[in-house]
């Protein structure tokens, strides 16, 4: 019985994406379904094996964040590439989410050095903003996403409060 729902549900998404022409899958396509049902103004996009949830609307401090997302065994968002940098930013400007969002990358532990949620050092600048001494500033130590100016913003941890993207694996 619960095979046969299983399949039942691929054959109607399979239907819905032929519906929906050219083999485009809905954005909710291989997001956990747990985060998907979970509440609050938010969209999704999925590309490659990263499935991002932007939460929208939800201002809040770094921490915060980054225990959202772990609720759900994500984590802040890591751009690692300018390709899914820019991915980000223009999935943010299409859905007209103009404001700063946390991702995951902070230089808390020591000035100037940034690190990923997962330990990882920050390896491209391309996008870090520079503007009286950003990024290398103590006080401001967690990192943005700005939309508007394309680049990465630092801010206080815990007095700036910001929406959030956090990231997840596909399941498949
Ligand atoms: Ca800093």
Redesign the pocket.
């Known amino acids: 019985m619960f095979a046969f729902d299983a399949n039942l549900h691929t054959l109607i998404a399979t239907a819905l994406q032929a519906l929906t022409g050219t083999g485009i899958t809905t954005v909710e396509n291989g997001c956990p379904t747990n985060v998907v049902k979970s509440v609050g103004s938010q969209f999704f996009s999925v590309l490659g094996d990263a499935c991002f949830q932007f939460v929208t609307n939800d201002d809040v401090p770094f921490e915060t964040a980054q225990k959202t997302c772990r609720q759900h065994n994500g984590t802040l968002a890591m751009p690692k590439t300018k390709y899914i940098n820019d991915f980000l930013l223009q999935e943010m400007q299409r859905r007209q989410q103009l404001k700063p969002m946390w991702i995951g990358m902070q230089?808390t532990i020591r000035?100037g050095i940034y690190v990923w949620e997962d330990g990882s050092q920050v390896r491209h600048w391309g996008n870090m903003h520079y503007f009286n001494g950003e990024?290398?500033?103590?006080g401001?130590?967690c990192l943005a996403l700005n939309p508007l100016d394309w680049q990465w913003h630092?801010f206080d941890c815990s007095n700036e409060k910001h929406s959030f993207i956090c990231q997840y694996d596909v399941q498949s």
């Open positions: 230089d000035e990024p290398f500033s103590s401001e130590d630092d």
